[in-house]
């Protein structure tokens, strides 16, 4: 059973162009977070969805961030337009519901901006 | 809002010896989750140890446990017999148990382990 798959692992990307950032969850896992770890500091929350709805986006940036999770294929986080400040470790997680369920993490995506 | 505090940015053990990682967490809800999560080099979450907050008794993992103090909030994790591959950033993480309280993760700012040999 493979775990939350997560790419790229690595992404350079210059300022002002756009970063995508894919995520797979755990089979049988209908709920997706993400998160996001800068140098040095513990992940933040950016948005929960299910399949084809967000349900929290209260950690999202109001501009330039947009996440999906389509009925078919991987989750999306999406910057556009990307500065300096959004270089980042970006963490996908997903569990099969609410409360106790556990959270599991990918490993990871880097986004350097350059 | 909850909020979750670890106090102490960075601690050091000697091999084998014992580790104690402090967490508090401030919450106005009677039923939540705590987690402890490990983030070795490697940048991976990996799960450690979870706790359910209705559960009296202390979570134990191998030569992992907790100490749950519900009404002190305060969750800490005690790490026997340490090993080299314990070294790592630590975080204490809290989950709402309740479906309308939203559902992420909130993560203290984490604590790294230096495991001397």
């Known amino acids: 059973n493979a775990g939350v798959m997560q790419n790229p692992r690595h992404l350079v990307r210059r300022r002002g162009q756009e970063a995508r950032l894919r995520c797979s969850p755990m089979?049988?896992?209908?709920?997706v977070y993400w998160y996001r770890q800068l140098p040095e500091e513990g992940l933040k929350f950016m948005v929960y969805?299910?399949?084809?709805?967000?349900?929290?986006e209260s950690g999202m940036p109001k501009e330039r961030f947009s996440a999906e999770f389509p009925k078919e294929g991987p989750s999306i986080l999406r910057i556009q337009q990307v500065v300096r400040g959004d270089s980042a470790a970006y963490f996908c997680?997903?569990?099969?519901?609410?409360?106790?369920?556990?959270?599991?993490f990918g490993e990871g995506s880097w986004l350097t901006v350059v | 809002a909850q909020t979750v505090t670890q106090s102490q940015p960075e601690m050091s053990v000697q091999e084998a010896e014992t580790v104690t990682l402090s967490c508090t967490y401030d919450?106005?809800?009677?039923?939540?989750?705590l987690f402890w999560y490990k983030q070795p080099p490697s940048r991976q979450m990996i799960l450690v140890i979870r706790?359910?907050?209705?559960?009296?008794q202390n979570a134990t993992e191998n030569r992992f446990s907790v100490n749950f103090q519900k009404a002190a909030k305060s969750f800490s994790l005690k790490i026997s017999d340490s090993q080299l591959g314990d070294a790592a950033m630590y975080f204490c993480?809290?989950?709402?148990?309740?479906?309308?309280?939203?559902?992420?993760?909130?993560f203290g700012g984490g604590t790294r382990l230096m495991v001397k040999p």
């Open positions: 706790q359910e907050a209705y559960k009296q």
């Open positions: 919450t106005s809800e009677s039923d939540y989750y």
């Open positions: 969805l299910q399949k084809e709805n967000i349900i929290d």
């Open positions: 089979k049988g896992h209908s709920h």
């Open positions: 997680a997903s569990s099969t519901g609410q409360g106790g369920n556990t959270i599991y």
């Open positions: 993480a809290y989950r709402s148990a309740f479906n309308n309280a939203g559902n992420m993760l909130t």
